[in-house]
């Protein structure tokens, strides 16, 4: 079982940069791909960001390309994300999550197993 706590969101302005950070308890972190999801008001969840298992692989949603990335450092259970040229749009409650396809970037949320509480990310304009 793993255990997932993020930290890092708050309030920040257009164009500024936010780091999330996502720990996991359990000695199977290292064998799980991890994502970023996000949730605004009204909307569905979506996909972010995502790493495989060893860092070697990782994937993006076409609307933060360029702009976001996605890391992990497995002697510490914990993976980043790296928010750069922040927009109001991008604002929402960011969640990570582990799943077990440890190979592949999964872009499909019912993929994750497991999910931390969220963070609150604000950008105003």
């Known amino acids: 079982q793993v255990q997932l706590v993020e930290s890092g969101g708050g309030l920040v302005q257009a164009g500024g940069s936010l780091r999330l950070s996502c720990a996991a308890s359990?000695?199977?972190?290292?064998?799980?791909?991890m994502g970023w999801f996000r949730q605004a008001p009204g909307k569905e969840r979506e996909f972010v960001a995502g790493?495989?298992?060893?860092?070697?692989?990782?994937g993006y949603a076409d609307s933060v390309k360029g702009r976001f990335t996605i890391s992990r450092d497995n002697r510490k259970n914990t993976v980043y994300l790296q928010m750069n040229s922040l927009k109001p749009e991008d604002t929402a409650v960011y969640y990570c999550?582990?799943?077990?396809?440890?190979?592949?970037?999964?872009?499909?949320?019912?993929?994750?197993?497991?999910w931390g509480q969220g963070t609150q990310v604000t950008v105003s304009s």
């Open positions: 999550a582990a799943s077990p396809e440890g190979t592949y970037v999964n872009s499909w949320f019912g993929g994750y197993d497991y």
């Open positions: 359990g000695r199977t972190f290292s064998s799980y791909a």
């Open positions: 790493i495989s298992w060893s860092g070697s692989r990782t």
